[in-house]
């Protein structure tokens, strides 16, 4: 079984910072991409930010300068720095991993969600 558990949401002011925590357990063995996604009642599922190959990086465009994304293979962790929080970055961040669980095989997994407000 493989498992994705998030962690570091919760309650900030406008301007603020959060650092999310995405660790994943289980029988790997390996991890490609890991990133960030979020979503908001009624709205599509968006990609944050993604870290390819453990060494490039996307970001939307909204989080761009912002939010940075980065990875520890070591502890199968991947992270994301929030800087500058505003309140449209409201939502509920979800981390997603391609991860294989033999040379064969593999999909993509998605953690459980951690729910992040800004507000004052």
């Known amino acids: 079984q493989v498992q994705l558990v998030e962690s570091g949401g919760g309650l900030v002011q406008p301007g603020g910072s959060l650092r999310l925590s995405c660790a994943a357990s289980?029988?790997?063995?390996?991890?490609?991409?890991m990133g960030w996604y979020r979503q908001v009642p009624g709205k599509q599922r968006e990609l944050v930010a993604v870290?390819?190959?453990?060494?490039?990086?996307n970001y939307a465009d909204s989080v761009k300068g912002r939010f940075t994304i980065s990875r520890d293979n070591a502890k199968r962790t991947v992270y994301l720095q929030m800087n500058s929080l505003k309140a449209e970055d409201t939502a509920v961040y979800y981390c997603k991993a391609d991860i294989r669980t033999s040379i064969s095989t593999g999909r993509d997994y998605w953690g459980q969600g951690t729910q992040v407000t800004v507000s004052s």
């Open positions: 289980g029988s790997i063995f390996s991890i490609n991409d």
């Open positions: 870290i390819i190959s453990g060494v490039s990086t």
